[in-house]
């Protein structure tokens, strides 16, 4: 078989680290090679990279459109994990990858299942790049997976999952019923290494997930397999839209404001999955996406539970562990 040659945006982050994972599980079939800007290319977690032997392509993705494609010479399949607050800056790569010739983008999706025009504004901000890649005929897979479990599970009285929790969790939003696609974030990569290889995903979005859980399942999966009561804060759906409406317009009110974009991501979100309940199998088919789960019935994502089994065992991995707290992690983004 003819391995393809995979350039990878973001492997040194969480969702990134993941799809780098997935690709090295695989390389009868990728040869993966990391995308790493001028600025990232002493740090360690860069090294890390080049010694298990994942070759390091680095330049500025906000290069000339003609240096950039240059750099892209040889790539077939193109992913970014960029974070979360730099969708935008995709925007010179899809012109570049589309001059290079690269065989298919994986834009920067990653996220729930929600659709465009006004509901979340990182969605929006990714729909801005999916419409550059439509509008220059470049081959693309959307992928989304759900919210991860590691940021979805709820802190315990014993404190005994506390060294995990990205931001302490107590709350049920909007009576906690809504069903959400979720995905252990450790399974990103292993669907991302299964779907760029599949001519049936191309120019397809792709909806993966290891369960579909309501926050009152999450709440009690977790009391029965840690034998504790757990207190839950209820928010009630108007709360969430009023709060998430007065973040909209202190964003509105300063668009460059880097904290304001964060908590109108998190509002935002809490409004989509719990409020609009976006985020199931069936909204996903509706928009149009393929089921990750029909496409490969053969592999066998981790479920919720055994991510909480992990967890208990003091085995799970919280994500961003040089950020510390959640507030620390949005402070030293906004620098
Ligand atoms: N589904 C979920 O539950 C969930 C949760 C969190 C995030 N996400 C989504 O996943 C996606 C990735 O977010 P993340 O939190 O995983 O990212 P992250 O951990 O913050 O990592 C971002 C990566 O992008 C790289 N990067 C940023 N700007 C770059 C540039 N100009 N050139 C080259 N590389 C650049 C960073 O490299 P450096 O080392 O140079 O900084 C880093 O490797 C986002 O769309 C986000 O919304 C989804």
């Given at each position: 078989?003819?391995?393809?040659?995979?350039?990878?945006?973001?492997?040194?982050?969480?969702?990134?680290?993941?799809?780098?994972?997935?690709?090295?599980?695989?390389?009868?079939?990728f040869?993966?090679?990391?995308?790493?800007?001028?600025?990232?290319?002493?740090?360690?977690?860069?090294?890390e990279?080049s010694?298990?032997?994942?070759?390091?392509?680095?330049?500025?993705?906000?290069?000339?459109?003609?240096?950039?494609?240059?750099?892209?010479?040889?790539?077939?399949v193109?992913?970014?994990?960029?974070?979360?607050?730099?969708?935008?800056?995709?925007?010179?790569?899809?012109?570049?990858?589309k001059?290079?010739?690269?065989?298919?983008?994986?834009?920067?999706g990653?996220?729930?299942?929600?659709?465009?025009?006004?509901?979340?504004?990182l969605?929006?901000?990714?729909?801005?790049?999916?419409?550059?890649?439509?509008?220059?005929?470049l081959?693309?897979?959307?992928?989304?997976?759900?919210?991860?479990?590691?940021?979805?599970?709820?802190?315990?009285?014993?404190?005994?999952?506390?060294?995990?929790?990205?931001?302490?969790?107590?709350?049920?939003?909007?009576?906690?019923?809504?069903?959400?696609?979720?995905?252990?974030?450790?399974?990103?990569?292993?669907?991302?290494?299964?779907?760029?290889?599949?001519?049936?995903?191309?120019?397809?979005?792709?909806?993966?997930?290891?369960?579909?859980?309501?926050?009152?399942?999450?709440?009690?999966?977790?009391?029965?397999?840690?034998?504790?009561?757990?207190?839950?804060?209820?928010?009630?759906?108007?709360?969430?839209?009023?709060?998430?409406?007065?973040?909209?317009s202190?964003?509105?009110?300063?668009?460059?404001?880097?904290?304001?974009?964060?908590?109108?991501?998190?509002?935002?979100?809490?409004?989509?999955?719990?409020?609009?309940?976006?985020?199931?199998?069936?909204?996903?088919?509706y928009?149009?996406?393929?089921?990750?789960?029909?496409?490969?019935?053969?592999?066998?994502?981790?479920?919720?539970?055994?991510?909480?089994?992990?967890?208990?065992?003091?085995?799970?991995?919280?994500?961003?562990?040089?950020?510390?707290?959640?507030?620390?992690?949005?402070?030293?983004?906004?620098?």
């Amino acid at each position: 078989m003819v391995k393809q040659r995979v350039l990878l945006l973001g492997a040194t982050g969480e969702t990134g680290g993941s799809i780098l994972n997935g690709l090295l599980e695989d390389t009868d079939s990728f040869d993966v090679e990391a995308l790493v800007r001028p600025a990232s290319t002493g740090k360690p977690q860069v090294q890390e990279l080049s010694k298990r032997g994942v070759k390091i392509r680095s330049f500025d993705i906000g290069g000339s459109v003609d240096d950039v494609a240059k750099s892209l010479t040889g790539v077939d399949v193109l992913i970014s994990a960029i974070d979360a607050m730099s969708q935008l800056a995709q925007l010179n790569l899809v012109t570049a990858a589309k001059q290079a010739g690269v065989k298919r983008f994986v834009p920067c999706g990653f996220i729930t299942v929600v659709p465009p025009g006004g509901v979340m504004l990182l969605r929006d901000n990714k729909e801005e790049v999916y419409q550059l890649v439509r509008k220059l005929h470049l081959p693309y897979t959307i992928i989304d997976v759900g919210y991860w479990y590691q940021i979805s599970f709820p802190g315990l009285p014993s404190g005994r999952v506390d060294y995990a929790l990205v931001k302490p969790l107590d709350e049920i939003h909007a009576e906690g019923t809504a069903p959400n696609m979720l995905t252990d974030l450790r399974d990103v990569g292993r669907f991302v290494a299964l779907i760029i290889k599949d001519p049936r995903s191309m120019n397809k979005y792709v909806a993966c997930y290891g369960d579909v859980l309501s926050e009152n399942e999450i709440f009690k999966i977790a009391e029965e397999m840690s034998g504790e009561v757990i207190s839950r804060k209820y928010v009630p759906a108007s709360e969430i839209t009023a709060t998430r409406d007065q973040y909209a317009s202190a964003f509105k009110a300063s668009p460059g404001d880097f904290m304001a974009q964060f908590m109108v991501t998190i509002q935002d979100y809490l409004y989509s999955k719990y409020v609009r309940g976006d985020n199931t199998p069936a909204y996903a088919a509706y928009l149009g996406y393929l089921d990750a789960k029909e496409l490969y019935p053969d592999f066998r994502p981790r479920s919720f539970k055994d991510f909480m089994g992990d967890l208990l065992d003091g085995k799970a991995a919280k994500p961003y562990p040089h950020l510390g707290d959640w507030r620390d992690f949005a402070a030293s983004k906004a620098e």
